[in-house]
């Protein structure tokens, strides 16, 4: 097989699709389709039918991947959307609420992405399951942010978890703590498909199973995945039936992707009447997200274009912040009979987004995936709504994670909003060391959650801890170098100081 692959590359390298290089591609698809037959021979009757979907789908993208080539995007095509077609959130705001806000919620299902583990934070399981804010998790707070929507205004907004199967087994088990509260809660599960050998373009994966020698031989192909695992639940056509009209889609570790109902009665009553197929919510660039996603105007249509896309000439211009001024939140409502139509015609088109990987035992993979966003392209009138950074609150590290827990915010049904006693609404900056990675160590470091009200700038290195009700003001700089340990003491109120060396509070 590896003749193969060395035959690729020096036919990939000419320039135009040599014949040969047909040849060699078509091998490459027809050993692929001979490893899926097998993988597929193993699984029990129970498991064929959605193995054999999600096998199906893996050969489509493959086919994809194998015949596209070079960058995504032609840079020179790339032009800023028009000024119409991405609205700031204060004229959608200023539009007002109908009389009858139950009516527009009635027809909306909140989806959250929930397929991601909380490894990158050192928690096993389910990121969605980390406490948050007072004990509650990410998925705690979600839940009572709908069950209030729907005692508020006597509704039945559902909410639907796409779970993966790294975090669908422990979800499930922790859904029937929920079995009392007013939200209607369903599951489904996104694709799971084979890695592939960097080398032999071959899939790793030998068998059905993901568990002891095979755990790492499958992956959930990204949030993209979406469309088609939905539709194939079965839980797509159920809402339809039920006279559902739009999803709202969005990351689960994301805080401030609440539902929003001047979004939704935008949505719902057009003021042109034509309705939009595609929201996307995107908000001003900051430094921190020079690598977001923006949105563009190619090819006559919006489009999202992500870093991986851009040609190495221009990622300098593409991060600028003067250029492309927004990125994409992921906070997304979409149309589910758009969803229907276009997954019926095979018609949702996403750029593969190609991530390689090391195993454990050193072996270099690549999986193949896909991001939600990128769809915004097939479907019709589509917009952007540029909306409030504090809807965009996401938690990826401890460093976020104190934010959100401190007295920056308050929780109200289960929805953080920044405290009115802070002066200025834009969030600190805060930037933890690597002795605050995993949760567990973060909070041991804490005595108590520092009172961060009047904080600019935080950063924090080496072996440092704080002691209870201890206030950060203005810029602080807080560096143990290695060997030296710094406990701040409690009730310690540091206003624009740095701080390093040796700095040990003794019981006496």
């Known amino acids: 097989m590896s003749r193969f692959v060395q035959d690729l590359s020096k036919a990939m390298s000419q320039d135009g699709v040599s014949q040969f290089q047909e040849v ?37 993208l493959y086919h994809r991947f194998l015949q596209e080539k070079g960058p995504s995007v ?8 028009p000024e119409d077609s991405i609205q700031p959130y204060e004229k959608i705001k200023a539009r007002g609420l109908p009389d009858n806000i139950a009516s527009v919620l009635n027809r909306l299902v909140v989806v959250k992405l929930n397929g991601g583990l909380g490894t990158s934070m050192g928690c096993k399981g389910p990121k969605s399951l980390i406490g948050v804010r007072n004990e509650n998790t990410f998925l705690d707070l979600t839940v009572q942010q709908i ?73 959930p192909p990204g949030h993209g995945d979406i469309y088609a695992s939905f539709y194939n639940s079965g839980l797509l056509d159920t809402f339809l039936e039920e006279g559902k009209e739009y999803i709202f889609v969005s990351n689960i ?23 939009c197929e595609f929201v996307m919510e995107v908000t001003n660039k900051t430094r921190a997200d020079v690598k977001g996603g923006t949105l563009t105007q190619y090819e006559g249509k919006l489009r999202l274009v992500e870093i991986a896309q851009v040609p190495k000439a221009h990622v300098d211009e ?23 139509r276009l997954q019926e015609q095979n018609a949702i088109d996403m750029e593969i987004i190609v991530n390689p990987k090391t195993l454990d035992g050193g072996l270099n993979v690549i999986q193949l995936e896909t991001a939600v966003g990128a769809a915004i392209k097939s479907f019709e009138n589509s917009l952007g709504i540029n909306v409030p950074r504090s809807r965009f609150l996401p938690v990826k590290t401890t460093s976020d994670l104190l934010l959100v827990m401190s007295n920056l915010y308050s929780l109200n049904a289960g929805s953080l909003t920044m405290s009115e006693k802070r002066e200025f609404p834009t969030v600190p900056l805060v930037k933890l060391g690597s002795s605050f990675t995993k949760v567990q160590d973060y909070l041991r470091r804490f005595e108590s959650i520092p009172d961060m009200l009047e904080l600019d700038h935080l950063t924090v ?48």
């Open 24 to 60: 060699i591609l078509q091998e490459l698809e027809l050993s692929v389709k001979k490893e899926l037959e097998k993988i597929l021979t193993t699984a029990t009757s129970h498991e064929y039918e959605h193995t054999k979907k999600d096998l199906d789908g893996f050969r489509k």
């Open 74 to 81: 032609d840079w020179g095509k790339i032009q800023r959307p």
């Open 147 to 219: 069950e209030h929507l729907n005692k508020t205004y006597n509704t039945d907004v559902p909410l639907v978890l796409m779970n993966s199967f790294n975090t669908d087994e422990d979800t499930k088990k922790i859904l029937q703590k929920y079995s009392h509260c007013r939200v209607k809660i369903y599951t489904f599960n996104q694709s799971r498909y084979p890695r592939i050998n960097k080398e032999s373009l071959l899939p790793v994966a030998k068998d059905v199973s993901s568990s002891g020698e095979s755990t790492e031989a499958w992956y």
């Open 253 to 275: 570790d994301n805080l401030g992707a609440t539902v929003d109902l001047y979004i939704l009665n935008h949505l719902m009553n057009p003021p042109n009447g034509k309705r």
């Open 318 to 340: 593409f991060k600028s912040v003067s250029k492309f001024k927004i990125f994409n939140t992921n906070n997304l409502w979409i149309s589910l009979a758009a969803v229907k």
């Open 461 to 508: 290195s080496g072996d440092v801890t704080f002691g209870k009700n201890v206030s950060l003001k203005g810029t602080v700089i807080i560096i143990a170098n290695h060997g030296d340990r710094i406990d701040i003491p409690p009730g310690a109120v540091l206003e624009n100081k740095i701080v390093s060396g040796n700095l040990r509070i003794l019981d006496h």
